[in-house]
C-alpha cells in the first residue's frame, strides 16, 4: 500500500527521543539569569515581611493590643531565621559566583 502524502508531501517520519544528543548551545537557559531572580525574590520577600511585621506591630500597638504582639512575636521569631538564612545563602553564591 503506498505511503498517503496530503497536497504533495512527504509522509513525516515518527519523532524518537534520543538521549545522547545533547541540545545546541543557543538553546541552554543561561542558570546566572536564574539565580539572579531567585536571589532579588528572597530578598524582595525578606524587606516586605520585615516591612509588614513592623507595621502589624505598630497597628497592634496603637489600638491597644499587647497581647497579640507578644502572639507575633513568635511568628517573628520563627520565620525570620529562616527566611534570612536563604536570603544570605542565595545573596553570598550569588555575589561570589565566578563570572
Do not use: C, Q
Request: aromatic letters at 10%; zero cysteines.
Amino acid at each position: 500500500m503506498p505511503d498517503e502524502t496530503r497536497d504533495g508531501d512527504a509522509a513525516e517520519e515518527p519523532v524518537v527521543f534520543d538521549p545522547t544528543v545533547r541540545p545546541s548551545a543557543s538553546k541552554v537557559r543561561d542558570p546566572s539569569v536564574d539565580r539572579a531572580i531567585i536571589a532579588r525574590w528572597l530578598i524582595a520577600m525578606m524587606a516586605i515581611g520585615l516591612a509588614a511585621h513592623y507595621i502589624a506591630v505598630m497597628l497592634l500597638e496603637w489600638n491597644g493590643k499587647h497581647e497579640s504582639v507578644k502572639s507575633l512575636e513568635v511568628v517573628f521569631n520563627a520565620w525570620l531565621p529562616v527566611l534570612s538564612g536563604l536570603v544570605g545563602s542565595a545573596v553570598t553564591f550569588y555575589f561570589t559566583r565566578e563570572r
